[in-house]
T-cell receptor, first 109, second 112 residues
Framework: GQNIDQPTEMTATEGAIVQINCTYQ??????LFWYQQHAGEAPTFLSY??LDGLEEKGRFSSFLSRSKGYSYLLLKELQMKDSASYLC??????????WGAGTKLIIKP | IAGITQAPTSQILAAGRRMTLRCTQD?????MYWYRQDLGLGLRLIHY???????GKGEVPDGYSVSRANTDDFPLTLASAVPSQTSVYFC???????????FGPGTRLTVL
């Protein structure tokens, strides 16, 4: 079967750096997405990786290793507004999007 | 409107009743999706449509039906609601540089 694993919950301190990991086992791979979802709101697109390496976008970066079936989302200079769930999703060989259950990130002052 | 809208925002429904959740997008995206999101389970695909006039079943289609008469609208119907269909329902469409999905604000449905 197809599977995406993420930690259920993480806690970090305002101003610090946090890394949220995602491992996947899917039938084929055509790209990996990270989404942010604040409580009670819809998911919003953060980043996309299809080639190995790091993609940087402001305070957020996303890394992909296709050979390891692994990605991480790196959040720098954490702010209270970064408290949210972060969802990892993978396009399989049929371009069907497979979703992880999400990681709830709690930021403490 | 800009993006995707859903209606109603929330609804309490008696078991056995029929209910249609509405979804409209103005981005002219071909593909649209319906998900349900339950605590601890993440997003699960109910039905999808790759283009107007076509629909397909997702991971959890039982008890739900959809139609796609035109590009903009993608309604989801619960023929006879059951308590296990209590959930938050998100409609999405895909497009953009990476074919990423854009989500509507969601409908919170409670079936009693």
């Amino acid at each position: 079967g197809q599977n995406i694993d993420q930690p259920t919950e993480m806690t970090a301190t305002e101003g610090a750096i946090v890394q949220i990991n995602c491992t996947y086992q899917t039938s084929g791979f055509n790209g990996l997405f990270w989404y942010q979802q604040h409580a009670g709101e819809a998911p919003t697109f953060l980043s996309y990786n299809v080639l190995d390496g790091l993609e940087e976008k402001g305070r957020f970066s996303s890394f992909l290793s296709r050979s390891k079936g692994y990605s991480y989302l790196l959040l720098k200079e954490l702010q209270m507004k970064d408290s949210a769930s972060y969802l990892c999703a993978v396009f399989d060989s049929n371009y069907q999007l497979i979703w992880g259950a999400g990681t709830k990130l709690i930021i403490k002052p | 409107i800009a993006g995707i809208t859903q209606a109603p925002t929330s609804q309490i429904l008696a078991a056995g009743r029929r209910m249609t959740l509405r979804c409209t997008q103005d981005m002219r995206h071909n593909a649209m999706y319906w998900y349900r999101q339950d605590l601890g389970l993440g997003l699960r695909l109910i039905h999808y449509s790759n283009t107007a006039g076509t629909t397909g079943k997702g991971e959890v289609p039982d008890g739900y039906s959809v139609s796609r008469a035109n590009t903009d609208d993608f309604p989801l119907t619960l023929a006879s609601a059951v308590p296990s269909q209590t959930s938050v329902y998100f409609c999405a469409s895909s497009g953009g540089d990476y074919n990423e999905q854009f989500f509507g604000p969601g409908t919170r449905l409670t079936v009693l």
